[in-house]
C-alpha cells in the first residue's frame, strides 16, 4: 500500500488541499493507521505550537526603548535648532556682507582688497604643488563654510553627549 | 496594517514619542519571541528586541506603508538577531539537563512541559528554519509576510517552514512516543 506523502498530510493538517484531494486522502486514512498516527503528529505540533507560541517579553523592555527613544528624539530636536540657527546666522552674515559692499558702491568709495600675507605663502605653497589656482575670495568662502560646518558638528556632539549623561 | 496603527505611527512622526510606547506594547512579545527562536539566548533576544524598537523609531519615516507594519518590523527584529547569531558561536541552552514530568494532572505543569518541548524542537533547528516556524504559527504572518520578513522567494520558504515542521514533528515523536497526547 503507497503511504501518503508528508506534504499530502501537513496539507490535510493545514486544510489546505482541494475537496477532491482531502477526499482521497481521507479514504486513505480511514484504512492506514501509520499515515493516521503521522496526521495526528502533525495536528498535535499545531496545537502545541499555538497555545505555547508567544513568550513573555521582560516588562523592563519598553522603559529602556522609551528613553532610548526619547533621547534620541531630543538629539533630533536640538540638532533640528542647531541647524536653523546656523542657517539664519549664515544668511545674517551673507546680508551683511552684501549690504557693506553695496554701501560702499553707494558711498562711491573704491573697494581696495589687499591680500594678506598668510592667503600669498598659502598660494605659493599650492603654486608649488601644482593645485589648481584658487581666488581668495573663493579660498575665503570655502574656509568659512568649513569652519560653520566643523563648528556644528561640534555643537551637536558636545549637546549629544549632555544629553546622554542626564 | 490597522488604522489605530496607522494613528500611532502618524503620530509618532509628528513628534509624538508616547504613541511609540503603544506600538512596543503591543509587539513586545512577538518581537522578544522571535528574537529567542533566532538567538536561543534570552539575554541576547531581550538587547535585539529593544535595538530593534529603536531602529524602528529612528527608520519609522522610511517606513512606507508598503507592507504591513509588523512585516517590516519582523525583519528589522531578524536582521538584528542575525547578526547577533553571527558575531558569537551560537550558545545553545543546555535544556537536556532539566528533569521534566509529564501527565500532571496539574495544567501549569503540563503547560510547563509543552513549552519545554516546544522550545526544545525549535532549538534543534537552524536560525533561518526557527524564525520561519515561528512566523507561521505568530499572528496573522501569511507565508507571502514570511517569505518578506525572511527575504526569501515563496517556493524556498515553503520548502524551508516543511522541512522545519518535519523535523520538528519527528523530533517530538522520538521525545514524547504516546507521551505527546498527555501534554495537549
Not at chain 1, 544668511?91 to 562711491?108: E, H, K, P, T
Not at chain 2, 496607522?6 to 513628534?15: A, K, P, S, T, V
Not at chain 2, 553571527?86 to 500532571?104: E, F, G, L, S
Not at chain 2, 514533528?169 to 514524547?176: G, V
Request: aromatic share 8%; charged share 25%.
Amino acid at each position: 500500500m503507497k503511504h501518503l506523502s508528508e506534504e499530502t498530510i501537513m496539507g490535510l493538517a493545514d486544510k489546505l488541499l482541494t475537496p477532491a484531494e482531502q477526499e482521497e486522502a481521507q479514504a486513505h486514512l480511514s484504512i492506514c493507521s501509520q499515515c493516521c498516527e503521522q496526521l495526528n503528529l502533525y495536528q498535535s505540533l499545531d496545537m502545541m505550537m499555538s497555545t505555547e507560541n508567544i513568550l513573555k517579553a521582560p516588562p523592563a523592555i519598553t522603559n529602556k526603548v522609551m528613553q532610548q527613544v526619547e533621547l534620541h528624539h531630543k538629539i533630533m530636536l536640538r540638532k533640528a535648532n542647531s541647524r536653523k540657527t546656523l542657517i539664519k546666522f549664515s544668511v545674517i552674515m551673507v546680508v551683511f556682507m552684501f549690504a557693506i559692499i553695496a554701501l560702499a558702491f553707494v558711498s562711491g568709495a573704491g573697494l581696495v582688497f589687499e591680500t594678506p600675507s598668510w592667503v600669498i605663502s598659502a598660494k605659493e605653497i599650492l603654486e608649488k604643488l601644482r593645485m589648481p589656482r584658487l581666488n581668495p575670495i573663493i579660498m575665503y568662502g570655502i574656509v568659512s563654510v568649513l569652519i560653520l560646518l566643523f563648528s556644528e558638528r561640534i555643537i551637536y556632539q558636545i549637546r549629544k553627549h549632555r544629553l546622554a549623561g542626564r | 496594517m490597522n488604522k489605530e496603527e496607522q494613528n500611532w505611527i502618524n503620530e509618532c512622526l509628528q513628534g509624538n514619542t508616547e504613541a511609540f510606547r503603544k506600538i512596543v506594547d503591543e509587539y513586545r512579545n512577538f518581537a522578544f519571541t522571535l528574537a529567542v527562536r533566532i538567538t536561543k539566548n534570552e539575554e541576547d533576544a531581550e538587547e535585539v528586541t529593544q535595538d530593534a524598537f529603536v531602529k524602528a523609531y529612528t527608520s519609522l519615516a522610511g517606513f512606507k506603508g508598503d507592507s504591513k507594519f509588523s512585516t517590516w518590523f519582523y525583519k528589522i527584529v531578524v536582521n538584528l538577531a542575525m547578526t547577533k547569531v553571527r558575531r558569537r558561536k551560537p550558545a545553545h541552552q543546555c535544556i537536556d539537563d532539566i528533569q521534566v514530568t509529564i501527565a500532571d494532572d496539574n495544567e501549569a505543569a503540563r503547560k510547563a512541559d509543552r513549552t519545554y518541548y516546544v522550545e526544545k524542537a525549535i532549538n534543534a533547528l537552524p536560525e533561518d528554519e526557527a524564525t520561519i516556524v515561528t512566523l507561521f504559527y505568530m499572528e496573522d504572518q501569511s507565508l507571502n509576510d514570511i517569505a518578506a520578513v525572511v527575504n526569501l522567494s515563496l517556493s524556498n520558504t515553503k520548502v524551508k517552514l516543511f522541512r522545519a515542521r518535519n523535523k520538528m514533528a519527528e523530533l517530538l515523536k522520538t521525545e514524547l512516543k504516546e507521551n505527546i497526547y498527555a501534554l495537549l
